[in-house]
């Protein structure tokens, strides 16, 4: 609510379920840690090789991949890289089946 440029955040108690096999969080300059995904506090950056880190099914791209630098077109190459590494993953079965709670993986990301 509120004015352009103004606007605030209410709390209405309100909360919807989505069923969903994948969460992207895309806000902000500053990457911060996911609970249980080793990051780098020195660089704000998730600690990965080519974009696939060391926890189940966690992928990175962007700035959470290399830090807060490059353009459009440094994302685009570096969402391919990455994407090469969960399609190997992919290939090489070895992605996992995960359950997981959704409002505990949304308080996950915050």
Excluded: C
Aim: hydrophobic share 35%; charged share 20%.
């Amino acid at each position: 609510v509120g004015d352009k440029f103004e606007q605030l955040v209410i709390n209405t108690n309100s909360y919807e379920y989505i069923p969903t096999q994948l969460i992207i969080k895309s806000i902000g300059y500053k990457s911060t840690p996911m609970n249980g995904v080793p990051f780098d506090n020195n660089r704000n950056v998730i600690i990965n090789e080519a974009g696939k880190t060391n926890h189940k099914n966690v992928y990175v791209s962007g700035w959470l991949k290399r830090g807060p630098n490059g353009i459009i077109g440094t994302n685009i190459i570096d969402a391919k890289e990455t994407v090469g590494s969960l399609l190997n993953d992919i290939d090489n079965n070895k992605l996992f089946s995960v359950i997981v709670d959704p409002i505990d993986s949304i308080s996950n990301i915050r």
